[in-house]
């Protein structure tokens, strides 16, 4: 089946169909914003936007739900722009293609968006229903969570009359989420001298594709590799013996919450060496998929390429190499209060190389995140010490705070009793090792009591990203099961 929209429940897929067609990467959410509002009026919804262009809706009770207390809704519109190198794709002005695989939904060649439009598409067929019993009702639909979190951020006081708040954007069914991790990002610009090709030498593309990727908190534990880290341990490797190798330019990674899949470099040495350059890469590819036996798809590969205009200084070479196999890039502690769960860790998201006004730099990007919020500022500036000891500029910015679990929850022991009831057993309630928006949405309404839950999505931020078919089903039956529940005003 091709089209989603017919899939149950309809009044959930349908939406999500619709939000599949509209480009909507974070930063870039002016066109689903507009829809929402569209949607929202054409139905007689109270909605405004508030001043940073969050989303508010706002609909009554239905006839005998007019005492229970106001319910608000949370989830964000923006979505992960990945894709795979070989799919045309333009994230501004296409829609994604997504298709049923087996018991899954995933799409063509790029993120799926189920995070977090699952979340959002259940919001609207709720305020859309016209036969589902419900108290008042309270939509916050929040922009460019996926890259800084500003909506949840800037959102003011005085919105919302609600105590009581959903948010929709976790992974796994069955699961109750009370709590989450902090998170900065270390911004790093290590400047070098261009300088002009040396004559003789033969210039190569090293690419490194085909890793799972993944997202960089829920899939931070997992031993996935990092294609910035593999990239510079073969460079490292060759320039170690080859001390004609220099290195043009590098791209690896793009987006700061993604586990790196894919780097291409471009590196030249003296062409009696080239041979030699080959069989280094080789053997270090060899090491590499030995090591990495949890990446079946990776590819490693180097094919002469045309000539750069210019090459690193050997000197900023060397500082590279060093800052990139220095940097930390995945688990630093496991929680000592939760087992299995991730404490503080940081993800090597992005090595680029890039000129500007005549000045070239590489630039690099990471992501902490740390259940602790002075852990995750301590290795925070251990980050960013590795780049200023290899000689670069590094800034912690945009911090924000981890959602500390309150186990005595009213709305998590009702949600406990409706799974119970629902299933025949205890949902699972968890901390996760991933920003949700619920830190931040305490500062500006503390006393919001909230638990956060959703179907089971895989491989988010990554091309694979899929959602168990089922397990929206289900969700959404829940979902529905928690509203009727809301208890009556004190």
């Not at 929209?5 to 349908?14: C, D, F, I, R, S």
């Not at 791209?251 to 471009?266: T, Y």
Request: aromatic residues 6%; proline residues 5%; charged residues 25%.
């Amino acid at each position: 089946m091709s089209n989603i929209a017919e899939l149950n429940p309809t009044p959930l897929w349908k939406h999500f169909a619709k939000l599949c067609e509209i480009p909507r990467p974070s930063k870039h959410e002016e066109k689903v914003v507009a829809y929402i509002l569209d949607f929202a009026k054409a139905r007689g919804l109270e909605v405004k936007l508030d001043q940073i262009g969050n989303v508010i809706i706002k609909k009554p009770a239905t006839p005998g739900m007019e005492d229970r207390k106001i319910l608000a809704m949370q989830s964000h519109v923006d979505m992960v722009p990945q894709k795979n190198a070989d799919t045309d794709h333009d994230f501004l002005t296409d829609s994604i293609k997504p298709y049923v695989d087996g018991e899954w939904v995933t799409a063509e060649g790029t993120t799926l968006g189920a995070d977090n439009g699952i979340g959002v598409a259940a919001i609207l067929a709720l305020l859309e229903s016209t036969d589902i019993p419900h108290p008042a009702l309270e939509a916050l639909l929040t922009i460019d969570e996926e890259a800084g979190m500003t909506g949840a951020k800037n959102l003011h006081p005085g919105h919302f009359e609600a105590e009581l708040l959903l948010n929709l954007d976790t992974e796994d069914e069955g699961e109750l989420y009370v709590g989450c991790a902090g998170g900065v990002d270390i911004n790093a610009a290590l400047p070098y001298t261009a300088e002009a090709l040396p004559a003789g030498h033969k210039a190569f593309k090293l690419s490194v594709r085909g890793l799972r990727g993944g997202h960089s908190g829920l899939d931070i534990d997992k031993g996935r590799g990092n294609a910035n880290k593999m990239a510079n341990r073969i460079i490292d490797a060759a320039q170690t013996e080859l001390t004609s190798l220099r290195i043009a330019s590098l791209d690896g990674g793009s987006l700061r919450n993604a586990i790196p899949r894919e780097s291409f470099s471009v590196v030249t040495v003296q062409a009696d060496q080239a041979a030699r350059l080959m069989e280094i890469v080789l053997q270090e590819t060899a090491v590499i998929k030995a090591e990495f036996d949890n990446e079946p798809k990776l590819e490693i590969a180097l094919d002469e390429t045309e000539q750069p205009a210019s090459v690193m200084d050997a000197a900023s070479q060397q500082k590279l190499a060093w800052a990139l196999r220095a940097c930390p890039s995945g688990v630093e502690r496991m929680s000592t209060d939760l087992e299995g769960i991730a404490d503080t860790s940081n993800n090597l998201a992005r090595v680029v190389t890039e000129e500007e006004n005549g000045q070239h730099r590489v630039r690099f990007q990471c992501l902490v995140r740390s259940l602790s919020d002075s852990a995750r500022d301590q290795h925070g500036l251990n980050v960013a010490a590795v780049f200023r000891l290899a000689g670069a500029e590094a800034s912690l910015d945009n911090a924000y705070p981890g959602w500390t679990p309150n186990m005595k929850s009213p709305l998590l022991a009702l949600m406990k009793d409706v799974y119970k009831e629902m299933e025949g057993e205890e949902p699972e309630v968890k901390v996760i090792h991933a920003g949700l928006e619920c830190g931040l949405l305490a500062k500006p309404y503390p006393h919001w009591d909230m638990v956060s839950f959703g179907p089971t999505i895989r491989r988010a931020h990554s091309p694979e990203e899929r959602v168990h078919i089922e397990s929206v089903g289900n969700f959404w039956e829940y979902f529905l099961k928690v509203v009727a529940a809301i208890p009556a005003k004190h």
